[in-house]
């Protein structure tokens, strides 16, 4: 069972702050790739033309970038993660938040990109396939105060 559990209202308040660290990550890991992309290049040129003259200013700077992004993915993992949050996939955006329903944890399942409120979730062990819509779901909702005239 999950130390932290949310209800549907409160996983939808901290969507939005989750929103901006999910994309602070997926950006960071983005920038990491680009960079073992780049400098798997050029260790396969050096490879084939048996050594070149590298711009070794350039280089660091790159570096100190990878490092720093992945400095950054790893601090907004974690603080994704001290929210009782799970992320589950960065390459799509996806986040699970474990809600008790007649006493079974499900996760509700939100993917980046998708409406500001969560509309599917899942079993424990369905995954991402299992996902089914937040309306067969039988959960207690909070109702909104109705608007006076």
């Not at 200013?57 to 400095?71: P, S, W």
Request: aromatic share 8%.
């Amino acid at each position: 069972m999950p130390e932290k559990t949310f209800t549907f209202e409160e996983a939808n308040t901290i969507l939005p702050v989750l929103d901006s660290l999910l994309k602070r990550a997926m950006d960071a890991k983005q920038t990491m790739e680009d960079a073992d992309e780049e400098f798997e290049g050029i260790g396969h040129k050096v490879f084939l033309n048996g050594g070149t003259f590298l711009d070794v200013e350039y280089l660091a700077r790159r570096k100190a970038e990878r490092e720093k992004a992945i400095l950054s993915l790893k601090d907004t993992i974690d603080e994704i993660h001290s929210t009782g949050v799970q992320v589950k996939d960065l390459d799509t955006g996806l986040l699970d938040f474990p809600c008790m329903v007649e006493g079974e944890t499900v996760l509700l399942c939100w993917k980046y990109g998708e409406s500001h409120e969560i509309a599917h979730w899942h079993g424990m062990e369905e995954g991402f396939a299992g996902r089914k819509p937040i309306a067969q779901l039988r959960i207690k909702r909070k109702k909104k105060p109705e608007q006076p005239n």
